[in-house]
Nanobody, 112 residues
Framework: VQLQASGGGLVQAGGSLRLSCVVS????????MDWFRQAPGKEREFVAT???????TYADSVKGRFTITSATVKNTVYLQINGLKPEDTAVYYC???????WGQGTLVTVSS
């Protein structure tokens, strides 16, 4: 399994970003995908899940601001982030549930 995350950057508080994660080695249509993030000096934390049946789950800290979706024909999972806050600053990672594999992630930096 290979994961290529992109879309991060430097944005002002209140701004938006769309993160992408191209997945290879497995079919997205048959797997649950997760987004995690790791802020500087902190442990990695769960952000969102999208099951292969389309069910979503979000961390309380991002509910109402983050949306996880996928495009199975592109084998890509997305994370739309709105209303960015400085505390959202982190490296964001996608991974298939149950797989011990992490890509390089994509860095999101939010300035106040």
């Amino acid at each position: 399994v290979q994961l290529q995350a992109s879309g991060g950057g430097l944005v002002q508080a209140g701004g938006s970003l769309r993160l992408s994660c191209v997945v290879s080695g497995i079919r997205l249509s048959a797997h649950t995908m997760d987004w995690f993030r790791q802020a500087p000096g902190k442990e990695r934390e769960f952000v969102a899940t999208l099951t292969h049946l389309g069910r979503t789950t979000y961390a309380d800290s991002v509910k109402g601001r983050f949306t996880i979706t996928s495009a199975t024909v592109k084998n890509t999972v997305y994370l739309q982030i709105n209303g960015l806050k400085p505390e959202d600053t982190a490296v964001y990672y996608c991974k298939p549930s149950g797989y011990a594999v992490w890509g390089q992630g994509t860095l999101v930096t939010v300035s106040s």
